[in-house]
């Protein structure tokens, strides 16, 4: 239980960087911590759920694997700001590209196969 906590409170403190961060992801660790918390103190991932903005996004998510319509075009969105970065920032390097473009493609994958509400 303490171990759920633990990383709960970490995944949490990560995430609230993003709120004074805006290139920082907030939600996906909230998501985190509020799943670490389910499994330790409730209380806790009540509070997240209550957050106003990210807070039904996340429950929603977290208890019904269900992304809201705007946090799609969000992540999708940023996904591809990010492979432009990283294409921009590592043109001499196709290797690394092609992994980076990979890894967000799944990614993309993923958000693109859940639920939508």
Do not use: H, N
């Not at 670490?36 to 991932?45: E, I, L």
């Not at 799609?72 to 920032?89: C, D, F, N, P, Q």
């Not at 980076?100 to 859940?114: D, E, H, K, N």
């Amino acid at each position: 239980m303490w171990l759920w906590r633990s990383i709960g409170v970490i995944a949490f403190i990560i995430g609230a960087i993003g709120i004074v961060l805006p290139i920082w992801p907030t939600t996906v660790f909230w998501i985190v911590s509020a799943l670490c918390f389910a499994k330790s103190d409730p209380t806790w991932r009540d509070w997240i759920y209550k957050r106003p903005g990210l807070g039904p996004a996340i429950e929603s998510f977290a208890e019904r694997g269900v992304l809201q319509r705007t946090s799609k075009v969000a992540a999708l969105a940023g996904m591809g700001i990010a492979l432009i970065g990283m294409s921009v920032a590592f043109w001499s390097r196709p290797r690394i590209i092609i992994i980076g473009a990979s890894i967000l493609g799944a990614g993309c994958l993923y958000v693109l196969t859940r639920p939508t509400e």
